[in-house]
């Protein structure tokens, strides 16, 4: 199940709530569990959406409606057809391995039982096993045998080896957490919670703040630089001459 529920559903709070002392300690300890875990984590409870019920319709499309004729089947043939040869091989691998290099990052979140959501991120490239892994070091019990599926329809992930991008989750998705009772007893303690270490449900609304960085100080704008005039040029008048006189010309 890809992330499209309203961020709403989500009650948080910021480390900008409490005193700068427990501040920073909450900050040392997500700091402390990033190096632990090899990634950041958050944890929140969510609240479970009212659905409407769904709109009984009373102009129903009758049964022959929905019937594939010949025409139909003929041309979807002919387009499946025509958009096979459009493109070599090559060139659909191509601009798949492009697409798969633009994406950097999934976030996958974790439902359990209790309505606590485990939320991190992975690279695409990284499989269900790393996220497995991940919740073996969370977990209140990871003695216990446990899967994880999607709904609807639940399908339970059985392909640990596969990656996010290749199973479709990408940009993000939720999975659900549940113990698996087949390959063993699960106590009635550890199947009505908390699925989560203690010190894991501490964090619980809290949301890491990082420090931001100094801002860069923008390219001063040089200033103009007035240059005084230069002077106009001086235009030499011609000195006045008196009319020369012709040698020839006597008085």
Do not use: C
Not at 5 to 26: C, G, I, Y
Not at 33 to 47: C, P
Not at 182 to 187: T, V, W
């Amino acid at each position: 199940m890809t992330i499209t529920e309203s961020q709403s559903n989500f009650k948080r709070r910021r480390f900008t709530e409490v005193d700068p002392m427990e501040s920073e300690a909450l900050k040392a300890k997500f700091a402390a569990l990033k190096e632990e875990l090899g990634r950041e984590i958050t944890v929140f409870e969510t609240s479970k959406p009212s659905v409407p019920p769904p709109k009984e319709s009373s102009d129903e499309e009758m049964d022959d409606f929905y019937e594939l004729t010949a025409a139909d089947y003929f041309r979807i043939a002919a387009t499946k057809k025509e958009d096979k040869f459009l493109k070599t091989r090559k060139i659909r691998e191509a601009e798949e391995a492009a697409r798969r290099s633009r994406i950097t990052k999934t976030t996958i979140r974790v439902r359990f039982p209790d309505n606590v959501t485990l939320e991190s991120t992975f690279h695409p490239s990284e499989t269900f096993q790393s996220l497995v892994e991940l919740l073996t070091k969370v977990t209140a019990h990871s003695e216990l045998p446990f899967y994880l599926y999607t709904t609807p329809p639940k399908k339970q992930i059985k392909d640990l080896s596969q990656d996010f991008y290749s199973a479709g989750f990408i940009p993000g998705a939720i999975v659900y957490f549940s113990y698996d009772a087949s390959k063993g007893d699960i106590p009635e303690a550890a199947s009505s919670g908390p699925y989560l270490k203690e010190d894991i449900l501490s964090l619980k609304d809290l949301v890491p703040i990082t420090d931001p960085e100094p801002a860069k100080p923008e390219n001063p704008t040089p200033e103009a630089v007035t240059s005084a005039p230069e002077p106009a040029a001086q235009v030499r008048k011609p000195a006045d001459k008196k009319p020369a006189v012709p040698k020839w010309f006597k008085r």
